[in-house]
């Protein structure tokens, strides 16, 4: 390569700045070694990344194009060097774990500890991301398990199932469907809904719930967690569809109720995934039978 991770650094601080004077500024450098960056980036690569004008400068598409590559490749990077320093410092394992929002906030936490307190070798680096992002970032190696609210559209994946994650309401106590014992979902299609962005695989999955049903829903705010969902609906914005367990802690501290859904669709199933045919590091294998062991603990204590 004829570049550098200081010029990948510094071409995502103007393009996050909107101005080279600004990314100078944050980075600790000067405007014109910047400037000097870009221009040999450009130079490099043959192509325009950025239009300089009197307001700032703009993204070519050329430019678009790298912003994105540069991003993945600083996170590993970033990535790679916490491994290493933990390899140094004496940790014996790395584990890079992606799942969605519903597992990090319902059943990650008590795992990962009592994973930690008999492996205090073993580093594990969490990250939350969409379903889909989660099952692409296995299949590519990016992470070693995911955990994802909906099975994989991708090849090279084995899935097994991990914790059910049935889906509520959540509604303000004067609500007049907040005294229901159930509900259907199709009981509230002329309600204001307050949901998750359209990225993740709830929206697609009430998305299509409603297609099923020949409507289309009443969406009045979008947010990006079930905490804010849980703080709209309090606000008198609409009802929000919400992982039971996962929101549970937000309906109680919100003095909300939690109304459950028996649509199938849901009553969701969480799954473990990892690459097929591709063995475990011995710390991923661990972890991974520690949360299969979990899963099915939980499940037990379920069972009359």
């Known amino acids: 390569m004829k570049f550098d991770l200081r010029d990948l650094e510094l071409f995502v601080a103007v393009a996050d700045a909107g101005s080279i004077a600004r990314a100078a500024d944050r980075s600790h450098t000067v405007p014109s070694a910047v400037s000097k960056r870009i221009s040999d980036l450009e130079e490099r690569f043959g192509s325009v990344l950025i239009r300089r004008g009197a307001k700032g400068v703009e993204l070519t598409a050329a430019g678009h194009a790298l912003l994105v590559r540069a991003r993945v490749l600083l996170h590993q990077a970033a990535q790679l060097d916490d491994e290493m ?46 379903s889909a992002a989660v099952a692409a970032a296995v299949a590519d190696n990016t992470a070693d398990l995911g955990i994802v609210s909906e099975l994989p559209a991708i090849d090279g994946l084995d899935t097994i199932p991990f914790r059910r994650d049935d889906l509520a309401l959540a509604l303000r106590p004067d609500h007049p469907l907040a005294r229901r014992t159930a509900l259907r979902f199709a009981d509230v299609l ?7 962005h359209a990225d993740s695989s709830l929206h697609r999955l009430l998305t299509h719930a409603a297609a099923d049903l020949d409507t289309t829903l009443h969406w009045r705010v979008h947010v990006t967690s079930f905490d804010a969902a849980c703080a709209m609906v309090a606000a008198g914005l609409g009802i929000a569809v919400v992982p039971r367990a996962a929101a549970s802690p937000y309906i109680r501290s ?25 063995e475990l590091h011995p710390a ?21």
Do not use: M
């Open 85 to 130: 320093r933990r390899h140094a410092s004496g940790t014996r394992g790395y584990v890079r774990v992606f799942a969605n929002i519903s597992a990090i906030v319902e059943f990650l936490p008590g795992a990962l500890a009592s994973f930690a307190q008999g492996h205090a070798d073993i580093h594990v680096h969490l990250e939350e991301h969409v």
């Open 284 to 304: 991923a294998k661990r972890l991974y039978d520690h949360l299969l062991a979990q899963g099915r603990s939980q499940d037990e204590q379920k069972q009359p």
């Open 190 to 196: 002329d309600q204001p809904l307050v949901g998750l």
């Open 254 to 278: 919100l003095r909300l109720v939690s109304v459950p859904l028996t649509d199938a669709w849901a009553q969701r199933q969480l799954f473990l995934c990892i690459r097929a045919n591709a």
